[in-house]
T-cell receptor, first 112, second 116 residues
Framework: QKEVEQDPGPLSVPEGAIVSLNCTYS??????FMWYRQYSRKGPELLMY????GNKEDGRFTAQVDKSSKYISLFIRDSQPSDSATYLC????????????FGAGTRLFVKA | ETGVTQSPTHLIKTRGQQVTLRCSSQ?????VSWYQQALGQGPQFIFQ???????GRGNFPPRFSGLQFPNYSSELNVNALELDDSALYLC???????????????FGEGSRLTVL
């Protein structure tokens, strides 16, 4: 069993839809939870960062962490074609990005 | 402020050869991590360097080695290349450890290695 499981998709939605992406994990020691976005032929860039359980909102993006269920989610409201990318969940046990573990990534396509 | 830069962007090697990939970290970042991203997969942690010392390693064999220099730039060396080493190799820098509010990795665009 992988430490982090993420459905690779692809996920195709119409413009304006609400997108829900999620990951499950097995290691209860993870404390830092992140979502990265990766455009084709580019390196990943951080979208959202959360410490421990709870919700965090930033514009059209909301990240949720449920440590009791070992489940994290990213919601994208009013999705745009420019949101088309691969979304990677990531987590680590300590600060500073040390040994960050990534999911396989979900490919998202937002159709105009 | 310059971001993370990697070189070369693309390269082709044959089985058994050796390769060196280079990375310049973002200004002010003294920690560098290397990741391997196979096609359709997420990045896999290879190792991390902090103050020129390796301070963490993932599940990669010893033929994967690295260096960090006093200016915090870094190299990834892979010996005895195998076909399965074909991947995008990503370098990421991060702020000094000890900052409890930081988990962000700043990635370069990667070096795409093809092993034939």
């Amino acid at each position: 069993q992988k430490e982090v499981e993420q459905d690779p998709g692809p996920l195709s939605v119409p413009e304006g839809a609400i997108v829900s992406l999620n990951c499950t994990y097995s290691n209860s020691a993870f404390q830092y939870f992140m979502w990265y976005r990766q455009y084709s032929r580019k390196g990943p860039e951080l979208l959202m960062y959360t410490y421990s359980s709870g919700n965090k909102e930033d514009g059209r993006f909301t990240a949720q962490v449920d440590k009791s269920s070992k489940y994290i989610s990213l919601f994208i409201r009013d999705s745009q074609p420019s949101d088309s990318a691969t979304y990677l969940c990531a987590m680590s046990r300590s600060a500073g990005g040390f040994k960050t573990i990534f999911g396989a990534g979900t490919r998202l396509f937002v159709k105009a | 402020e310059t971001g993370v830069t990697q070189s070369p962007t693309h390269l082709i090697k044959t089985r058994g050869q050796q390769v060196t990939l280079r990375c310049s970290s973002q200004s002010g970042h003294n920690t560098v991590s290397w990741y391997q991203q196979a096609l359709g997969q997420g990045p896999q942690f290879i190792f991390q360097y902090y103050r020129e010392e390796e301070n963490g390693r993932g599940n990669f064999p010893p033929r994967f080695s690295g260096l960090q220099f006093p200016n915090y730039s870094s190299e990834l060396n892979v010996n005895a290349l195998e076909l399965d080493d074909s991947a995008l190799y990503l370098c990421a820098s991060s702020l000094p450890q000890g900052n409890q509010n930081t988990g962000e990795l700043f990635f370069g665009e990667g070096s795409r290695l093809t092993v034939l």
